[in-house]
């Protein structure tokens, strides 16, 4: 029977039905407000009287916005903002009970998962700096790590122990949907890489630089790998280039090696070059995506199907998550119930 470690009922469901929680991703900062003309309110809602104020909703929804990279019209906008709001909602409910309850989280342990997420940021300085881009204090900071630890300790609560995922149950999911752990072809090849922009060069340079000089530097690469495929043409030693030249040191270090790929995986340039390839031979130059290839083909291996035991370990976690994910569900649709929710803003 599988017996799923603290990690997976307690940061996973947290992350799945919690999406709101106030740390993580930055916002782009291009001084345009895409909440403009959304008519959101200051306060967008109140739970058991505590009012959550729009700053946040604002935030999130700009962020999500700009994620999408595509623009929405009002009515797709109105319901974005409506399911964040809804997950506050969430989140605040989870807090208050929390707090009903007595699971209070220790001032220190919030402040240790303050020092971690700071050490995401290259200075104090820089921490800081994000801070103020997002309208946020430490202390509201503080407290959105409050509120997210005391949500994992209730849904760590509602869950152990109370989801139990068979042998059999595993083994039947395996058996009913066995055409979807159908692999792919799949293939072994070394490459040589030569990236349109250097990797350093893309760290320490301002994006406005790389614009502007985006032309000199593929042109630059263009000819590296030029150089590099002649030396394979007249007889180099493909690892040996691969380990000089390729911009790829994962793999240069093995020789070029890529170990195993599906088809489909990788850039479709690629794969189309792999396809023209018989065991042995070596491509001419291949441009994707991420700049300039050489390849050679070591092994293919054709479709076949995921051995049981393979993929068993990943069943067992999507069976444990789905039956959690409703268990939680229906804790959260209880708190709902029970609770004094007056929302001023509702997506359409």
Known sequence: MFKPSGWIFGIVLLI??????????????????????????????????????????????????????????????????????????????????????????????????????????????????????????????????????????????RVKGKVHVTDTQVKKFYDDKKESFKRPESFRARHIFVAHIPYDVVKSTPQEELKEKASEYRATAKKKIEEVFAKVKSGGNFEELAKQYSDDKGSAEKGGDLDFMYKGVFDPQFDKAVAGLKIGETSDIVETEFGYHIIRLMETKPSDYAPFKDVEESIQKHLFMTEAQKLVGRYIEGLRKKADIIVYYRGQ
């Open 16 to 157: 799945n039905l919690i999406l709101s929680a106030p740390v993580g991703a930055v916002e782009p900062v291009d001084g345009q407000d895409l909440t403009e003309g959304m008519n959101i309110p200051g306060v967008v809602a109140k739970v058991n009287g505590v009012e959550l104020r729009s700053d946040y909703i604002r935030f999130r929804v700009n962020l999500d916005l700009r994620r999408i990279g595509q623009n929405l019209d009002a009515k797709q906008k109105s319901k974005l903002a409506g399911a964040i709001i809804d997950k506050e909602i969430v989140r605040e409910l989870m807090y208050q009970e929390g707090q009903a309850k007595g699971s209070g989280v220790a001032p220190e342990t919030v402040e240790k998962e303050l020092q971690a997420f700071k050490k995401s940021y290259e200075s104090e300085e820089k921490f800081q700096e994000i801070l103020k881009m997002r309208g946020l204090t430490e202390d509201e900071l503080k407290k959105g790590i409050e509120v997210d630890l005391i949500a994992k300790n209730l849904l760590d609560d």
